[in-house]
């Protein structure tokens, strides 16, 4: 191997090795009882549903996977997400798709050390077929418990919060 490839093979290695960020993703691994409230206006009272979510570690510790379970707006709803750490650009990132569209999601973001959250990212819009920006928050309220907040546009333009879900351990 010459020294350029062996650089560069180094360098895939370095890419590819799980390291304290993974092992952070894999200790939120494991069952959840979810409380989810949506609402559709900023002064609207929020539609209010349960579910559950199953999150395991993938790809030898590298990715963790998500799966839902719930009702979104009365309607069967499921969900699956990904999340890690690109050890390349030093940022946190997730995917998510679900039963409501056939489109991904893909945001990116920081964790601090107590696995606060804050990613960015979009979508598109079924009905208007525009990309949606959107800003999700995630906090750790108790070794239990952790709080999901979406933020997107209402409809004066103005981010509102969309989303709460509350992650109980079962």
Known sequence: MSPEEAAM????????TPGAPHQALAKTAGDYDLSIRSWNAPDAPPTVESGTATRTMILDGRVMAEQVKSQMHGQPFTGHG???YDNVTGKYWSTWNDSMSTGLMVSQG???????????????????????ASRMTTRWTSP???VFEMYAPGP???????????YTRK
């Open 82 to 84: 990904m999340q890690g």
């Open 156 to 166: 004066d333009g103005k981010e509102m919060k969309m989303m709460e879900i509350t």
């Open 9 to 16: 093979m180094q360098a895939y290695m370095e890419a590819g």
């Open 110 to 132: 920081e964790c601090d050390k107590d696995g606060a959250c804050t990613f960015t990212g979009s979508w598109h819009d079924p009905v208007s077929k525009q990309e949606v």
């Open 144 to 146: 239990t418990v952790e």
